[in-house]
């Protein structure tokens, strides 16, 4: 690094051994304004919701207004100097590289380290953020890196020049890279070549070591400086031969000079408004506005400024035009391009407290007009370009060391800036930090919370917000710890709901009652746990009746640990029992809970169920005399009609009202060897039956093994309605109010592709099972009727009314089953096969091999990625708050009706 510093003025000989090479920065932080270059750039494929995505190849104006504020926020001690000018992902991690090798991630809010990446070399370059949030940064060691910020192993590629990587890298309009190197190549970079020898497209020779970051004109002309006094334009289509546009010498022959040799360009350009003024500084000690659309050399000067010292600082422009650049002779200057030399020098202030210290930083310039600048003299400036002389500096801050990095401005005003003693600082207003590793961890009935302790805090503050997704707005947290604050870092929200989804936020509080921002949101789902399985009745078998005969349940009675009681399905084992068929006696067959999510079996408790099989007779068997229906039920499409009274197997008398004009009856038989049957029909387990207005009598006739009979009576009431109407449904559900999905509920309801439940409830949080969802989405597309059938291994656990839908779509080839043969139907879909699910209706071509944009990307299956992205890309899908796309998480009814209303809706807009 003296080596080059050997190429400043003379008179900084003395200087050498202490000073390091000038590096560019860039700098990117997230936020809900996007990011602009400037006119006179071509727009390059950064990350445009970041606050600053590039040190260079923009105009410097950044769109936050500065901290009124000096004070220190937070420091970070690295382990070498800092150089590099840090930026800021759109999620709020400040990246920056630092003389110890290492390119560090820290927390914009609390300065503690999220995680760092070591490279071979000092890293003086400043990081770049593009468009997919790859984190591109040079390194000492002659290489470029493209990280991934989100992975556990973060590189991605390493490009290898031959020399040092100190230049900051910028990003072209179709994500082309473009580096500079201390070999004297300008690189042009594939940062999507999917093997290594492919990723250079092009180099091109400028010559010394290339510390000047290229700026981007808006007709993709590269503009940069070289290590030989040269400053080029560049034509990055071209063939190599025709690759210069131009170049021109930028030394005004000063004797003494640099030595003998040409002094070089380290100072990055920048690019005025209409494109047709290129602004640049030099080691000669001035710094050229160039015109780029000149007729020949002797015309491209449009005027220079004789900055006495050398200028390696890179421009920033003012919304007024006025071009802000710092000296080696410790000044900034504030240059009006329009004006004559004489005049040219708006006001200048000089920041050297002996004639030793530069400017080498960068300025920024606010959205308020401030200018923020570095300077050797180990302070950063904050100043107002309209003031008075003396009122010029709002204020300063000092460090313990030069600044040579530039300064960014945060969304929330908070200024960063590195130093050479080896700290980050985060300058702005004093306020308590935010709590961070905040965790939830599900408990019974509960939810255990924990975080990093915070500094200086008196207490803490918990916020509780129960849905599906996190809050849209802050006002709807609810503070659980009113009365007193949390005085440890763990805390245990306890009378929670099983099943249901809870966010959680903390906030610390300062001894001055000043409380932190809102930590990340994490959210856990409680669970309860098994506690009782109730005891099945015997059931009695002629003997001779083989095991896959026998009317096993299909659900138990459960008592769970929170008080509440629910009937559970079973998998029975019918391969691990003493059950035989021949031998008269008493056996056990045992069955395993089918639990949803939130439900927990830490006993391992089982179904049980006694079979009795009764001896023969004079050589014969015991005929059943059991003519009771299992299972008696009136079902309206997906609405299941109430029975008055409720159903009971000895009960034989029934009443039922409906305004449908079709109905499906289905009656099971309680024994395997009795039949049912309706007008001398057998029914197999169910009958459609088309009703009269008024009543209609059915009559259901249970034959037994012995031959005995029951009939049973439903008296099912047509209620016609007074006229026709063709208004939407009432909705007068009693648990939807205020949930986050009402309104998709009610329209839903009135597309009538889903409906409540008897007791006037929706369950909008309850998980939907694989035949639920199928269902919907058949009604959803209006299909119609259809007539194919279903072949799955596990064909008995349908319920009648979706037997038809889940064959339309399995014939129209929406849903499938499993490698097994089964289709699972009363089993929770998961999000991702809900997604995978739409796509196919949608008729999409998901990329095989595409990749999504969320943060839980590696969670998500291979074969589902294409799918998941496509319904991204359309916002049928958004995900969580955290950018979480949660795949393997049963989706609710709420979730399920949502994504089929915005499938809908890309349907509507197709047509």
């Known amino acids: 690094m003296c080596q080059r510093r050997k190429k400043i003025w003379i008179v900084w000989l003395a200087i050498c051994l202490g000073c390091v090479g000038v590096i560019p920065a860039s700098n990117v932080n997230a936020a809900e304004l996007l990011f602009e270059q400037g006119a006179g750039y071509e727009s390059g494929a950064y990350e445009r919701k970041a606050a600053q995505p590039t040190a260079f190849n923009w105009v410097r104006q950044s769109r936050f207004t500065g901290s009124t504020d000096s004070e220190e926020k937070w420091t970070f001690a690295a382990e070498g100097s800092i150089y590099s000018t840090p930026a800021i992902g759109t999620d709020g991690t400040l990246y920056v590289g630092s003389y110890d090798g290492k390119l560090y991630a820290i927390d914009s809010r609390t300065g503690r380290l999220k995680w760092s990446f070591v490279t071979e070399g000092a890293i003086a370059s400043s990081p770049a953020i593009g468009a997919d949030g790859t984190i591109y940064v040079g390194s000492g060691d002659g290489r ?21 990587v100190h230049a900051s890298p910028v990003i072209g309009g179709d994500g082309t890279i473009y580096i500079g190197s201390y070999d004297g190549n300008l690189y042009a970079l594939d940062p999507y070549a999917t093997v290594d020898n492919e990723r250079e497209i092009w180099s091109y020779e400028i010559g010394g070591e290339i510390d000047s970051s290229p700026a981007i004109g808006h007709d993709g002309t590269i503009y940069v400086g070289s290590g030989i006094g040269m400053f080029y334009a560049l034509d990055p289509h071209a063939d190599d031969d ?14 003494g000079l640099c030595w003998d040799d040409l002094c070089p360009v380290y100072s990055s350009p920048a690019i005025g ?19 780029p659309n000149a007729s020949d050399d002797n015309n491209r000067v449009k005027w220079s400024f004789d900055a006495w010292g050398s200028v390696l600082s890179s421009p920033a422009i003012g919304d007024d035009g006025t071009v802000y650049i710092g000296s080696y002779d410790g000044a900034l200057y504030a240059l009006d391009p329009d004006a004559d030399d004489e005049h040219r020098v708006k006001w200048s202030l000089n920041t050297a407290t002996n004639p030793w210290i530069p400017i080498i930083s960068s300025p920024v310039v606010g959205a308020g007009g401030i200018v923020y600048i570095g ?76 975080w990093s302790d915070v500094y200086g805090a008196a207490g803490y503050k918990l916020y509780q917000y129960e849905g599906t997704e996190a809050p849209e707005s802050r006002n709807e947290w609810t503070l659980v710890n009113d009365d007193e604050l949390i005085a440890e870092t763990e805390y245990m929200a306890k009378n929670l709901k099983a099943g249901q989804i809870y966010w959680f936020a903390i906030k610390a509080v300062g001894t001055e009652e000043i409380e932190s921002e809102f930590s990340d949101y994490v959210s856990a789902m409680p669970y309860t746990n098994v506690a009782k399985v109730d005891e099945l009745a015997r059931l009695q078998v002629a003997k001779g009746t083989k095991l896959d005969k026998l009317t096993l349940p299909e659900e138990v009675n459960a008592q769970l640990s929170d008080g509440s009681a629910i009937k559970l399905p079973v998998s029975w084992d019918l391969v691990n029992t003493d059950y035989n068929f021949a031998q008269a006696g008493t056996y056990k067959i045992t069955g395993e809970l089918q639990l949803s999510a939130h439900i927990r079996n830490p006993g391992i408790l089982n179904a049980e169920l006694t079979v009795i099989v009764l001896p023969g007779i004079n050589g014969g068997w015991y005929l059943s005399n059991n003519a009771n229906l299992k299972t008696l039920e009136i079902w309206t499409e997906d609405n299941l009609i109430p029975l008055t009274p409720s159903f009971m197997g000895d009960t034989l008398s029934y009443t039922a009202k409906t305004a449908a004009d079709l109905i499906e009856v289905t009656a099971i038989a309680d024994h395997p060897a009795a039949k049912v049957t309706w007008n001398e029909q057998v029914l197999a387990d169910s009958i459609q039956v088309d009703l009269q207005e008024g009543a209609n009598d059915i009559s259901l006739i249970v034959q037994a093994e012995d031959g005995s009979r029951k009939t049973y009576k439903l008296y099912v009431e047509r209620q016609m309605p007074e006229q026709e109407k063709h208004e939407p449904p009432v909705i007068s559900f009693t648990d939807i109010a205020g949930h986050w999905s009402e309104a998709y509920i009610k329209r839903a309801i009135a597309k009538s592709f889903v409906s409540g439940y008897p007791d006037k409830t929706f369950l909008p949080d309850r998980p939907v099972t694989r035949a639920e969802f199928t269902v919907m989405l058949v009604k959803a597309l209006n299909l119609g009727e259809g007539s194919a059938n279903l072949s799955f291994t596990d064909y008995e656990q349908f319920g009648a009314w979706a037997k038809q839908a889940v064959a339309q779509a399995v014939q129209a080839g929406f ?92 349907l509507d807009q197709k047509i």
Do not use: C
Request: hydrophobic share 40%.
């Open 815 to 906: 849903v499938q089953g499993y490698a097994d043969g089964s289709f699972r139907p009363n089993m929770p879909i998961t999000r991702v096969e809900m997604a995978v699910i739409i796509a196919r209706a949608l008729k999409m071509q998901p990329n095989a091999y595409g990749t999504t944009g969320f943060a839980d990307n590696e969670e998500i299956p291979k074969w589902a990625k294409g799918a998941v992205e496509d319904l991204r890309k359309l916002e049928i899908i958004r995900g969580y708050s955290n950018n979480k796309f949660v795949p393997g998480k049963p989706a609710t009814r709420a979730e399920a009706i949502v994504m089929l209303l915005r499938m809908l809706d890309v």
């Open 144 to 164: 470029l890196y493209a990280l991934d910020p989100n992975a556990e192993h973060k590189q991605i590629w390493a490009f290898e020049t031959g020399d040092s």
């Open 242 to 255: 025709q690759r210069e546009k131009w170049s021109i010498e930028l030394n005004m022959g000063y004797d």
């Open 375 to 450: 300077s050797g003299n180990k302070k950063l400036y904050a100043l107002d370009p309209y003031a008075s002389d003396d009122d010029r500096v709002k204020w300063s801050f000092a460090t313990a060391g030069e600044i040579y990095s530039s300064p960014v401005i945060g969304p929330d005003g908070t200024i960063y800036i590195g130093s050479y003693d080896k700290r980050l600082y985060a300058i702005g207003t004093r306020s308590i930090l935010v709590p961070d590793e905040v965790a939830a961890v599900a408990d019974e009935s509960a939810v255990k919370l924990a």
């Open 273 to 291: 408004a209409d494109g047709r003024t290129i602004y640049v500084g030099s080691d000669d000690g001035f710094v050229y506005a160039l015109d």
